[in-house]
């Protein structure tokens, strides 16, 4: 059987008191994954995965990691299967682990899935990111000939990692621009406001190295398939 990671205890189940207390909040349902571990208090979680890199959580996020024979399997966030309502994240994990040896099957066993989810997929080549098919939950990350960091927002990846504002011309005039602020700051493309920031958007996918290095950036055949059509 698969050594089972399951942070569901940590779900915000529906509770009939009010929870007032304001670090709950801090970065709330958000994830980083880097070199360090994040956890800046007591409604945080961290877990050790492969290749020296630390995933750390936020307790309302749902949260899984399986391991079996040199393979880890994560799954954050809410997931759905429309075909077995029944099923919960950890169901879906354990179905998906049957097709996790190979990047691409593990890609087309997912394509039923709906929901706001991100998989993370760890083997002896390397470390694997994707998100939902329609990028509902996002993923920033960055990057050095050093060390890598991805999470849900980039001020996580701010808080510890050094970035510097864009300073591009163009980039900030698109930002100040009355339409930018009129049309509720619709953000188009991969850069971001923070330097060396990119977004992951749904039709990529990018690679941890085993040595830590710079993500090469992949096309998601079956994405761009759907796209075409």
């Known amino acids: ?30 994830f980083l994954l880097g ?24 307790n309302d996020l749902p949260f899984i990691s399986t391991s079996q024979q040199g393979v880890t399997l994560t799954l954050m966030g809410c997931a759905i299967d429309p075909y077995r309502p029944q099923h919960n994240e950890t169901d879906i994990l354990q179905s998906l682990f049957i097709n996790a040896l190979e990047l691409n099957t593990l890609i087309d066993s997912t394509q039923h899935l709906v929901g706001r989810w991100v998989i993370i997929l760890q083997n002896a080549r390397g470390t694997y990111l994707f998100t939902d098919p329609c990028g509902f ?52 493309g991969q850069r971001h406001y923070m330097k060396i920031v990119f977004i992951c958007c749904q039709i990529i996918i990018w690679i941890l190295s085993v040595l830590n290095k710079i993500a090469s950036i992949l096309v998601n055949p079956y994405f761009i398939k759907k796209l075409l059509r």
């Open 1 to 30: 059987m698969p050594n089972t990671t399951n942070y569901s205890k940590f779900m915000n189940h529906t509770k009939p008191e009010i929870d007032f207390d304001l670090e709950r909040l801090l970065f709330r349902r958000q």
């Open 137 to 188: 939950r996002q993923v920033f990350y960055c990057s050095d000939d050093k060390q890598i960091w991805c999470a849900s927002q980039p001020e996580l990846i701010k808080v510890s990692k050094q970035l510097r504002l864009n300073r591009n011309n163009e980039l900030m005039n698109f930002l100040l621009h009355p339409v930018h602020i009129k049309e509720e700051s619709g953000w188009v």
């Open 35 to 58: 070199p360090k571990s994040f956890t800046p208090n007591q409604y945080w979680s961290s877990l050790q995965l492969l290749h020296g890199l630390h995933l750390s959580v936020h």
